[in-house]
């Protein structure tokens, strides 16, 4: 990314690279394409459906119900063909006949497993029915190659070419017997289409017929005898009438095949949404991911949520916010509070595109209708702005365009200016967002800012817990509880002089009593 360029949602909340896995259980770049730059769903309706036959995907899989695909790539590239008004080959009108049949195939799978997936059933049963071109494509095609049976003129004229072809071969055979010391090889050979034998160069004039070509030496010649020539010519002839026959096939299935493309192209389209479904079951398989229950009313309920991009050593996250209550993070540096923020709003987000989520049952998410996001790896500094005036530019357009149901992520807000200013103007922006009922999930240092999560009756305060022996992070949530920063012990554990640290606690304790004493 370009130095000043804002990061996209997906990038923030690291989705991107979600998306970029599940795409790599897709079987084609299309349907890879078009899983990583759909954009999220808003619609619980939607979503829920979404939701549904990506469970169903994950249920075929776990049950190794087998099934195969076609490479939608291959019948894209055939579009620019047809764009240009070209000839389809025999090959290519075999992908046309393989996509129809893997599609067919893929239907009559579905079926048979009808109870373990009835949404995808019913989705691949919507295919267009094309069943009178899939018959004329095999029965015309065959491994790639016009089928000798495809029309009784071709059958009878491939009958007469290999009737011909022993004749030429007989006749050339019995030369090189008769001839055997004017030959150099009794082994035939192909010249400029035509069958020859290989004679000494010395004995080209001794016998009716032609030379066709001869050797780099100039010692051996191709010559094809008279009485072969005429053969020759019957087999050409044939050979013509059999381009004739074919050249008219593949003129008739190529008009056959652009006549149905619109709805080739529909089919094309529902199997990149099937494939790119089944990628989203696979990664829900690799990750032991569930199906969670969905609501409108803001409620979040995150049972043992692993964030995926943390492996196994993701500390399972624990966390119920009721509609419209908000989290408020405190907590040393370093101790796990924002990945808490990213965890939250990439479950809330991975539901919309369809996932299910890295969490055990009894989770339950809201499928909210904006995201706002203020995160410091997310700020424009672009015109030289300061991070304070670059977070600014953010808040002002969050909080001018805020609407109902949206999810409010805040980490660390305020932090680029006086603590005391940044404080107060980010209680008020906080304030205003709450009451657009957004719900606000931040993270903060400042003192004033945690008190007024104490004070506000739709604020939960959390803490990430520290291990003071170990100097380490353990990145747990704990629940209702405020957080120091623990800036003076973790620089006494860090070997700061004590004399700066006695200092520093001076200045806290003579702070602590000036705001007793005005209160």
């Known amino acids: 990314m370009l130095q000043g360029e804002k990061m996209t949602l997906k990038q923030i909340t690291q989705l991107d690279q979600i998306l970029a896995t599940v795409a790599q259980f897709t079987h084609s770049d299309r349907a890879a394409n078009a899983l990583q730059t759909a954009p999220n769903v808003t619609d619980i309706k939607t979503v829920r459906q979404q939701l549904k036959l990506t469970a169903e995907a994950h249920r075929l899989l776990a049950n190794d119900v087998m099934l195969t695909y076609f490479d939608l790539d291959q019948l894209t590239a055939l579009q620019t063909k047809l764009d240009q008004g070209l000839l389809l080959t025999a090959e290519q009108l075999g992908m046309v006949s393989d996509f129809l049949t893997n599609l067919q195939r893929l239907t009559t799978v ?294 109902a149901n949206a999810l409010v992520l805040l980490d660390e807000i305020g932090s680029g200016t006086d603590p005391e200013e940044g404080s107060a103007l980010s209680i008020s922006i906080i304030e205003y967002l709450r009451q657009q009922q957004a719900t606000i999930i931040a993270t903060t240092h400042f003192s004033a800012i945690k008190e007024y999560a104490v004070d506000c009756p739709t604020f939960m305060t959390a803490t990430m817990a520290f291990d003071p022996k170990t100097l380490r992070p353990t990145y747990r949530l704990l629940l209702h509880q405020v957080g120091a920063s623990e800036v003076v012990w973790l620089a006494e554990r860090l070997g700061l002089a004590k004399p700066i640290l006695e200092d520093t606690r001076r200045r806290l304790a003579a702070k602590s009593r000036v705001g007793q004493a005005g209160r």
């Open 110 to 403: 579905l079926r048979e497993h009808e109870q373990l997936a009835p949404g995808l059933t019913v989705m691949l049963a919507s295919a267009k029915g094309l069943s009178g071109l899939q018959g004329r494509l095999t029965h015309v095609i065959v491994r790639g190659q016009v089928a000798d049976d495809a029309t009784p003129q071709l059958a009878d004229i491939r009958r007469q070419i290999k009737k011909q072809r022993q004749q030429v071969q007989t006749t050339l055979t019995q030369f090189v017997q008769k001839h055997a010391k004017a030959v150099q090889s009794n082994r035939l050979i192909t010249r400029n289409d035509r069958v020859c034998v290989q004679l000494k160069a010395s004995y080209k004039n001794r016998f009716p017929g032609q030379v066709v070509d001869q050797s780099g030496t100039g010692s051996t010649v191709f010559f094809e005898p008279q009485a072969a020539a005429k053969k020759s010519a019957v087999l050409t002839s044939l050979i013509n009438a059999e381009s004739d026959e074919i050249y008219q096939l593949l003129a008739t299935l190529t008009g056959d095949v652009l006549d149905h493309w619109d709805d080739l192209k529909a089919n094309q389209d529902l199997l990149s949404d099937f494939d790119q479904t089944m990628a989203k079951g696979q990664y829900g398989l690799e990750t032991d991911s569930h199906l969670p229950k969905l609501n409108t009313d803001q409620y979040i309920k995150i049972v043992a949520g692993r964030h995926p991009l943390l492996g196994p050593d993701a500390v399972p996250l624990n966390i119920e916010l009721t509609s419209h209550q908000g989290l408020m993070i405190t907590g040393a540096n370093s101790g796990g509070k924002t990945v808490v923020l990213k965890t939250i709003a990439l479950f809330a987000l991975m539901v919309q595109f369809g996932l299910e989520l890295p969490a055990d049952k009894g989770t339950e998410m809201a499928v909210f209708s904006q995201f706002w996001v203020d995160i410091g790896d997310n700020q424009s500094l672009t015109a030289q702005l300061s991070t304070f005036a670059a977070e600014m530019t953010t808040l002002v357009d969050m909080t001018a365009n805020i609407q």
